[in-house]
């Protein structure tokens, strides 16, 4: 396109009224472009700090919510063991049918009362109701059998038993303990003759849900709604039922005769890894968008889900984009009058800025020559002074790196000791709770002595929590720098202590083949543990699910100083491994557990104590850790060698 320029009173040329419009249309595209722009902008940063906020409230409510399920349902985990010990309910259940059972009625139903259950009930031998506290009610269980449920089969072999699902009878949900009776128990071979059952509504506990400005809801296994904060969602199924699966639900008797519905949800994105955008295709819950977020509740085998409505975040993003296009509009306006009142100015400016052109040209090169010269020097030398701090700086965090990942590995040890630590603590608790309650039933019947017993059994267990506080906080305190001389049996036995609850529930045999005389070692006793800590904790690891675990710990001295060997009859090291299993960040475990730090600081920790660390697999089976440590002398030879001198 050819311009033309036309000459105007004063001599200077402007652009063609064409090349104006054409201007004016690209500035206007440009501005309606920005506007449009700036309002997604500020839609989208809106939209991602509310989905951020609404993420971190639903993460703590359904934290705080899945305690209160949990401690709410483990506060009565104790109650069936205990009423299993009572005389009455053993001396019924030796002959019920030459004894009243209503002195037995009554006593579960005071049991029931005091304790806040539903119900409480007693079944013989082959699975029958015999004693109940509902025994005066239509509905009542005295003379069903429930030998069908698994909580009678799992205390009728000897162990706690646990259960959830509607009643038979009262058609209520509800989660049942048990606990199994014995006439004799002192026999190793005596079986149950009864088992005493529990049974908890939930209905407490969705009731507070209903408070909350969330849904909240659990599944089972089945992914069954089993409780909801709204009731038409309880009963449905998370996702469609095929008709096996329907079937095979209906012969548990788990939900009774129940359609189990689909619920209706609907996923439409994925928001991390237990997040997701979701909505109703009908029910009470649909036309709106939710975010919803899960957590498993292992004790019980469940996930908890919240929901949160997404119209607030849908609220904030339309705010800030009206606010967004608003402040743009201003400053766009504000702009075309500043630029209008610049324009004016210049124009009126032009000769006398032509006549000082050429000076002050010259003069601002000058000035911008040395400036930049000037700018460069002082930049060098910043750099080179930033250089030099960052120097002394690596070298200060070199020098701390070594203790912080050493102590952040042991505190990861830590965490995954705290579930057998908090299952030594739940025991001790639940009974200092029934302890405490009788003591307060004895002094209000005045047997002082009873209640002197019973406070004596909650200082004995309140001592034994101490002990298990004392070894956390052993093993979590940093280490020193300096070496001295460590009893190595000791750093075994202290190590075998953290592991006490996790050997014991899963059945691993632990031989321990160390001398009578102690083993004295060069080295740091708090970092000597957290290699035999880690180690011990792989081996257990290798051997889940092994059939007849079994730990082997054995100490020396040999003429290179003392070597201990940690042992596993897991599936052992693959072969490519062996030359690979001390380099950072090298694991075989799935992703998320585990970063593979684990065996090169302990690698490390034994080079800085002047020892080594090595991985083989025995002849036998299983995977083996050799540490060596530079012998000490027993202390005290020194001083007896001097005096002899």
């Not at 009731?231 to 699966?245: C, D, H, Q």
């Not at 290699?531 to 290179?560: C, F, H, Q, W, Y």
Request: hydrophobic share 40%.
């Amino acid at each position: 396109m050819r311009l033309e320029r036309h000459a105007t009173s004063t001599g200077r040329l402007s652009p063609s009224p064409a090349l104006s419009r054409c201007w004016r249309l690209a500035w206007l595209i440009l501005l309606t472009f920005g506007l449009l722009a700036s309002m997604w902008q500020a839609s989208d940063i809106a939209r991602e700090r509310a989905l951020a906020e609404l993420k971190e409230d639903a993460e703590n409510e359904l934290r705080l919510s899945a305690a209160n399920l949990n401690g709410y349902l483990l506060r009565f985990d104790y109650l069936p063991q205990m009423l299993a010990t009572r005389e009455g309910v053993r001396r019924f259940l030796s002959s019920p049918h030459s004894q009243d059972p209503m002195a037995l009625n009554l006593l579960l139903d005071r049991f029931r009362f005091t304790s806040g259950v539903s119900d409480v009930y007693l079944l013989d031998k082959e699975g029958t109701t015999i004693a109940a506290s509902n025994w005066h009610r239509p509905n009542t269980f005295i003379g069903h059998n429930y030998a069908f449920r698994s909580y009678y089969t799992q205390a009728i072999s000897g162990r706690q038993g646990r259960f959830y699902g509607l009643g038979t009878q009262s058609l209520e949900r509800g989660y049942f303990f048990s606990a199994p009776v014995w006439l004799d128990d002192t026999s190793p071979d005596a079986t149950p003759d009864g088992v005493i059952v529990v049974k908890v509504l939930l209905d407490e506990v969705e009731q507070s849900w209903a408070e909350q400005d969330a849904e909240l809801f659990v599944t089972d296994r089945d992914a069954i709604i089993f409780m909801a904060s709204r009731p038409e969602l309880r009963m449905s199924a998370l996702n469609a039922l095929s008709a096996t699966e329907r079937e095979a639900l209906r012969r548990t008797q788990r939900y009774a005769m129940e359609p189990l519905a689909y619920s209706g949800i609907v996923v439409e994105a994925d928001q991390g890894p237990s997040g997701q955008m979701v909505r109703f295709e009908h029910g009470p819950l649909s036309g709106e968008r939710y975010f919803r977020q899960t957590r498993s509740l292992v004790e019980f085998g469940w996930q908890m889900h919240i929901l949160k409505s997404l119209a607030p975040v849908i609220s904030a993003q339309w705010m800030a984009a009206l606010m967004a296009g608003g402040l743009y509009g201003i400053v766009a306006l504000g702009g075309g009058i500043g630029w209008q009142r610049r324009r004016l100015r210049r124009e009126r400016e032009a000769f006398a800025e032509r006549e000082r052109q050429t000076l002050a040209r010259v003069r601002d090169e000058l000035e911008i020559s040395v400036e930049r010269r000037t700018h460069d020097l002082t930049a060098s030398n910043q750099l080179l002074s930033a250089e030099i701090d960052e120097r002394r700086r690596a070298e200060t965090n070199l020098r701390q790196t070594q203790d912080e990942l050493i102590q952040a590995a042991k505190l990861a040890v830590l965490g995954q000791l705290a579930a057998g630590i908090n299952h030594e603590l739940n025991q001790p608790l639940a009974a200092i709770r029934a302890y405490a309650e009788n003591a307060r039933r004895f002094i209000e019947l005045a047997r002082v002595d009873q209640a002197d017993a019973n406070l004596a059994q909650i200082v004995e267990l309140t001592e034994r929590m101490a002990d298990i506080s004392a070894q956390l906080r052993q093993f979590s305190r940093k280490s020193s720098e300096r070496h001295e001389s460590i009893a190595v049996q000791a750093c075994i036995h202290y190590a075998l202590r953290l592991f006490h609850s996790r050997l014991r529930d899963e059945r691993i045999e632990v031989i321990e083949r160390l001398p009578n005389e102690p083993l004295w070692a060069i080295g740091d006793l708090v970092r000597l543990e957290q290699v035999l800590v880690n180690l011990i904790g792989n081996a257990l690891a290798a051997m889940k699910e092994r059939p007849a675990p079994t730990l082997t710990l054995s100490a020396a001295r040999d003429a290179g100083g003392v070597v201990i060997h940690v042992q596993d009859t897991g599936p052992g090291i693959v072969e490519e491994h062996l030359t690979r299993i001390f380099e950072p960040f090298f694991t075989t475990k799935a992703p998320g557990k585990g970063l593979g730090l684990g065996l090169s600081i302990s690698s490390r920790i034994m080079d800085d104590l002047g020892g080594t660390l090595t991985a083989t697999n025995a002849p036998e089976g299983g995977a083996r850790f050799t540490l060596t440590l530079p012998a000490a002398v027993p202390p005290g030879t020194d001083s007896l060698e001097s005096r002899h001198a």
